[in-house]
């Protein structure tokens, strides 16, 4: 009898280590695809990340020409509203300069 309970002894410790190996294999391999998914999530990210950069610097591109348009345009406006501008387009459309300056007093 002895015999039999030693040999049912050895089973079990048998039994339960393929049972921790199996649960140690079913880790490893959750642990292996969490670790490859992360793998491809960090490359998707950083595909969207330089994308993001790439249209980050076309926007900024754009900004400084429409800046640089706008310096222009206000430094033709500044010229065209001169007062010696004015009144040369002025003489051209047929006005003189009044000849007595009427005072609201």
Do not use: C, Y
């Not at 491809?40 to 020409?65: H, M, P, T, Y």
């Amino acid at each position: 009898m002895s015999k039999l309970t030693d040999f049912k002894n050895k089973t079990n410790k048998t039994d339960n280590f393929n049972l921790i190996g199996k649960v140690r294999v079913k880790f490893l391999v959750v642990l292996a695809f969490i670790v490859v998914a992360s793998f491809f999530g960090q490359l998707v990210l950083a595909s969207n990340l330089a994308v993001g950069g790439q249209e980050l610097f076309r926007i900024d591109e754009q900004i400084k020409e429409i800046e640089a348009e706008n310096m222009t345009l206000r430094i033709e406006i500044a010229k065209e509203s001169a007062l010696s501008n004015l009144a040369i387009d002025a003489r051209e459309l047929g006005f003189d300069k009044p000849s007595e300056v009427i005072s609201p007093n």
